[in-house]
């Protein structure tokens, strides 16, 4: 049996999923069932049309735990916010439900967070990364305009919307709680959060498999998300966060992983 307190727990942001989640939860889970017991997972659903929801709650029992969140706010940052804030891990990370980055990365990023780093990012522009992308060309074209647009607020971070984030629970669980952008945007400021917390990120490198099915629409989220690049941008300029030299004794300057090495 899972000890009742995890160690480590991971937010499953998911709508309307019913296809893609029962292949995804299942790779997570059998990823993360070759860690040591006590991790958790937690799909937080948003108002799915579908069976989202039961698909999570009627998860079979297994040795690692999955529980059910549902809100009413749209939004993947509202959602990987209130999971991340329903949590009380040592640990936390979250992954899409597609696990378009694959699952197997995550001892890697447990092992960077139990080595003292407390922010650690699955990155696709990692030199030693697989990334098999399909997506279209102008998609390719807006995510490079994004990611130029992201350096204001994230510099020296490669790649911030990969779906594979782990942390340090106190560190996110803190960043979480002051986060103003509730859409696809958000791990922007989540990290740029984390970094006024007094945190290094480290990325790492990952397998990622474009998966069929995405709930991201360039059409209705492109504009969106530029705009919840400036509400980043002002919400921490007035709402920032002084360092915490209490909230973990972290790495507060990891050089050496700076290339997701360990
Ligand atoms: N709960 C919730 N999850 C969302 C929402 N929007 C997107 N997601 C989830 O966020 C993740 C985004 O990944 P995906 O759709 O694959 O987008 P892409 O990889 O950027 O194309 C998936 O797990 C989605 O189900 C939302 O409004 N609510
Ligand atoms: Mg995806």
């Known amino acids: 049996m899972a000890p009742t307190t995890p160690w480590l727990e991971i937010v499953v942001p998911a709508r309307n999923e019913h296809r893609r989640l029962p292949t995804g939860l299942a790779r997570l889970c059998s990823a993360a069932a070759t860690l040591p017991p006590g991790v958790a997972v937690i799909v937080v659903d948003s108002a799915s049309t579908d069976d989202t929801g039961e698909i999570a709650r009627r998860w079979p029992p297994g040795d690692v735990r999955v529980s059910l969140v549902r809100i009413n706010e749209p939004g993947k940052g509202a959602a990987v916010r209130a999971g991340v804030l329903?949590?009380?891990?040592?640990?936390?990370?979250?992954?899409?439900?597609?696990m378009a980055t694959d699952p197997a990365a995550i001892p890697v990023a447990v092992g960077f967070l139990r080595a003292g780093y407390p922010v650690v990012l699955g990155s696709r522009s990692h030199p030693e990364s697989d990334v098999e992308d399909r997506h279209t060309v102008i998609r390719r074209v807006g995510a490079t305009a994004f990611r130029a647009a992201t350096r204001v607020l994230v510099p020296g971070v490669?790649?911030?919307?990969?779906?594979?984030?782990?942390?340090?629970?106190?560190?996110?669980?803190?960043?979480?709680?002051?986060?103003?952008?509730?859409?696809?945007?958000?791990?922007?400021?989540?990290?740029?959060?984390?970094?006024?917390?007094?945190?290094?990120?480290?990325?790492?490198?990952?397998r990622w498999q474009d998966v069929g099915g995405s709930t991201f629409s360039i059409w209705r989220h492109s504009a969106s998300s530029f705009a919840e690049l400036a509400v980043a941008w002002r919400a921490l300029r007035l709402r920032p966060a002084a360092p915490d030299p209490l909230l973990s004794g972290w790495t507060a300057d990891p050089p050496a992983a700076k290339l997701g090495r360990l």
Do not use: H, N
């Open 86 to 98: 329903a949590t009380s891990a040592r640990y936390v990370g979250f992954c899409d439900a597609d």
């Open 158 to 206: 490669g790649d911030t919307q990969c779906g594979f984030k782990f942390f340090d629970g106190a560190i996110v669980r803190a960043a979480a709680a002051r986060l103003r952008v509730t859409g696809f945007a958000f791990d922007v400021e989540l990290i740029a959060r984390c970094v006024q917390l007094g945190a290094t990120p480290v990325e790492i490198p990952v």
